[in-house]
Every structure is written in C-alpha cells, then in structure tokens.
C-alpha cells in the first residue's frame, strides 16, 4: 500500500477545491490550477481534507496513487504559499534584467539571449546576478528554471555560467595545473 498515497491534503481555508468527475480544480490567493486524475484514482474532499483511494489493484494504480497524491499536495501549496527557484549568474560580464515579461541575459554570446517567461511565472532580478522565479506550478517553474540554466550551463573549469543558488559545481583541473606536477 502506497504510504504517501494514504496520507490525506489538508486543504487551507483560503483554497477552494472543485471535484469534477476525474478532473480537480485548485483555487487560491495565488492562481488556479487543474489536474486530471487517471480513472483507476478516485479523489474525494471531506472535513477540509483531500483523499486519494485506489479503485483497483494493480501495479499501474499503485505507481500513480502517490504520484496523484503529490501533484495534489503540490497544487494546493502552490495556490496557497507558491514556489520559488533562485539562479545565480556567475562570470564577468554575465547579467540579467527584467523588460515587462521577457528576461534578457547578457551570457557571453555575441547577442543578448531574450527569454519569454510563460503565462504563471514572475521573475525578479536582485544585482544583475540574482534571478528569483516564483510560481503555483511546481512543475512549470522547474522546466523554466531548467530551461533558464541550460541556456549557459556552469562550466566545470571556470564555474561561470547560471546555475541553481544551493547548487554546488565540481570544479576540474585545467592543463596548467596537470602538465606542472608531471614536469616534477
């Protein structure tokens, strides 16, 4: 039996849950979002929380009983608290800055990089080097967080590029540093 696909959401009292058929509506102070719940997952709301329950059992149900319990989990905390990404650009010359709902970055390339946030996320840049992406979307803001890293990936000899704030990357010897010790 799935342990996280058991454990009822508490929903908050400024979010609202719709219950259609096998369609789940979430509304907070935050946005809205939906989901569609596979037909082998019944969802039902009773005394302010959501449950989760398996109408069959297979191994496919089992596999999207917590799944569907944590997309759930996750919509109702984005609509109500949101979720946030931090990105920092590292190398000289490297920058960020906000035009109404695009992102230019300045990345070393002979052209500044124009990035269109989608529909959901706000950005907000802190010193040229600080992008702060916050959404409901748990998964939207992740892809565009990927999205924003991948356009200059940290490089592993001289660690510029964007990467993730508590990201840590593992730096490489260059040839200098490997041709001197076996000139000894």
Do not use: W
Request: aromatic share 4%; charged share 25%; proline share 5%.
């Amino acid at each position: 039996m799935s342990r996280i696909g058991r454990k009822p959401i508490p929903v908050p009292q400024s979010v609202r849950v719709a219950l259609e058929g096998q369609h789940v509506k979430v509304e907070g102070p935050r946005g809205r979002l939906s989901h569609s719940v596979p037909g082998v997952l019944t969802v039902s709301l009773k005394d302010g929380q959501l449950h989760v329950v398996r109408n069959v059992e297979h191994r496919s149900a089992r596999a999207l009983h917590g799944l569907t319990r944590a997309l759930l989990a996750n919509m109702v905390q984005g609509v109500s608290e949101g979720f946030e990404r931090k990105l920092e650009i590292v190398g000289i010359g490297y920058r960020a800055q906000l035009q109404g709902k695009n992102l230019q970055l300045t990345l070393g390339y002979s052209h500044p990089v124009l990035f269109p946030l989608p529909e959901g996320i706000q950005a907000e840049v802190d010193r040229q080097v600080l992008v702060t992406l916050r959404g409901a979307d748990k998964a939207l803001l992740g892809q565009t967080a990927a999205s924003l890293r991948s356009l200059r990936k940290p490089d592993p000899y001289k660690g510029k590029g964007v990467k993730y704030v508590d990201e840590v990357i593992r730096r490489k010897v260059g040839k200098k540093a490997g041709a001197a010790t076996k000139a000894k």
